[in-house]
């Protein structure tokens, strides 16, 4: 593993493709910045009476495409800088697919694993209070990102309308205030397979666009959670054959293919679940792996299997100068947020490794937050299907843009996204009228 500072990295990357791209220099400033961050004390009483205080974090990087939108990640490496690297991820993911929002990102410094269900809920809501000017339907919108899911987004929704009962708000914008919440509470469809399913659908659009076939290739995908569960499952139905996967705590490797990676999951949930939020089994309680010729192996050695198709979708700076070398697979979907470090990324352009950006590979839970939003405000609800047919469409066009844009620009396929991305802000940006003329 590598500590390459996330904030340095997305700030390299900015000035690279700004460069490349010729950005107006006023906007390239505006961009190196963040619109605002808020750092904030929770002290919290335990239910061992003791009273503990976290440190909560929100950056809202940049609205110029819309309200601010991103995650809230609980996390013990939660801290500015990854929250600011995150924040403008966000900014360049949503103008990649499309969405009209802007950047932001939040979390809280902690081991939720450590924490009972009670005390989780009073830390989310006297987090949710402390945000609460800052955030709105119109304003700056989370979602679920590590370690959070949609208990937790239903508690903030209900926090924020308690602490909003006084005002005129309709039903609709109390529950776009945050997506990824459960269904009975203005959920979509289709959104907690959303990443997994739009990350399938790119990778599926851009083999098609490299004249391969997905039939029998092989995956390993390092991270289990929401994203890792649900990417196996859809790769596994369009034919890719699961040959590694791996959690926190430990990983399996079966060379012949795991038949039902679903399998997997009900074995991790067998072993029940901590304060009713978080699952304590692991791909590692697989007990059919011996039967079928597999081995446990230790989680970072995922990275390393003889694959196809390697897929992180658990931490940043897990690909970097130490790995990238040793890695043998010849295609990279990005599905956690910066998985890459700058060395590790320069190894693999190197080596003819293809890897397809966390911009646009994770981009499909976004996409769905923006389909829950919109239906939120309008008071509709969609099917399921209909959820997962518009993904398909937006991942294939997006998929398609930043392939030409490769094209055009003779880059990689992660310049090409943030160029898409730049473009498409700068565009905004003057339709606004901010006039760049005097800042040449
Ligand atoms: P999650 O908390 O549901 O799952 C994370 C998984 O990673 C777990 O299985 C965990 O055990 C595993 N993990 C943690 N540390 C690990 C390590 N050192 N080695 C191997 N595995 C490890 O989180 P998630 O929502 O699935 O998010 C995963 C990644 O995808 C994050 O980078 C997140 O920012 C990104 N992402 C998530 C979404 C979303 O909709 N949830 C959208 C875009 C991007």
Not at 210 to 238: C, D, W, Y
Not at 408 to 428: F, P, V
Request: overall charge positive; some cysteine; proline content about 4%.
């Amino acid at each position: 593993m590598n500590n390459e500072n996330p904030w340095i990295r997305a700030l390299l990357q900015l000035t690279q493709t700004s460069e490349k791209l010729g950005l107006d220099k006023l906007l390239f400033s505006m961009l190196s910045e963040q619109d605002r961050t808020i750092e904030v004390s929770l002290p919290i009483q335990m239910e061992n009476g003791s009273i503990k205080v976290f440190r909560g974090f929100r950056v809202q990087h940049n609205n110029i495409q819309g309200p601010y939108k991103g995650g809230l990640r609980y996390h013990p490496k939660v801290d500015m800088d990854e929250v600011k690297a995150l924040a403008f991820w966000m900014t360049m993911k949503n103008a990649v697919v499309g969405v009209p929002f802007g950047g932001a990102k939040g979390g809280i410094t902690l081991d939720p694993k450590s924490l009972s269900e009670i005390e989780l809920e009073k830390l989310t809501r006297l987090f949710t209070k402390k945000l609460l000017d800052v955030i709105g339907p119109y304003k700056d919108v989370p979602a679920p990102d590590m370690n959070t899911n949609s208990k937790i987004m239903g508690w903030i929704v209900d926090e924020f309308r308690i602490q909003n009962s006084e005002f005129r708000i309709t039903k609709g914008e109390m529950l776009a205030v945050v997506t990824g919440k459960p269904l009975e509470m203005g959920g979509s469809e289709g959104r907690v397979a959303a990443t997994g399913f739009g990350g399938a659908q790119v990778l599926i659009s851009m083999l098609k666009k490299l004249g391969k076939s997905p039939k029998g290739l092989t995956v390993a995908i390092m991270g289990f959670g929401n994203v890792g569960r649900f990417v196996a499952h859809f790769l596994q139905k369009e034919g890719f054959k699961i040959v590694g996967l791996c959690d926190s705590r430990g990983g399996i490797y079966v060379p012949s293919g795991i038949e039902d990676t679903e399998e997997i999951n009900r074995c991790k949930e067998e072993k029940g679940f901590l304060s009713g939020c978080y699952c304590v089994g692991s791909v590692c309680d697989f007990k059919n792996k011996k039967k079928l010729g597999g081995r446990d192996i230790k989680p970072e050695d995922i990275l390393e299997l003889p694959v196809d198709i390697l897929v992180p979708a658990a931490l940043e700076n897990v690909i970097t100068s130490d790995n990238a070398d040793k890695i043998k697979a010849k295609i990279i979907l990005e599905l956690a947020n910066g998985p890459t470090t700058l060395e590790g990324d320069k190894i693999l352009n190197k080596k003819g490794v293809i890897v397809i950006p966390d911009i646009l590979a994770n981009s499909g839970g976004v996409a769905t937050s923006y389909f829950e939003w919109y239906q939120n405000l309008r008071d509709e609800h969609w099917t399921k299907e209909e959820v997962l047919k518009k993904l398909k469409e937006k991942m294939e066009i997006a998929t398609k843009e930043v392939y030409s844009t490769s094209l055009e620009y003779k880059t990689t396929l992660r310049e090409a996204a943030y160029i898409l991305a730049l473009k498409r802000i700068e565009k905004s940006w003057r339709n606004q009228n901010f006039s760049s003329k005097n800042s040449k």
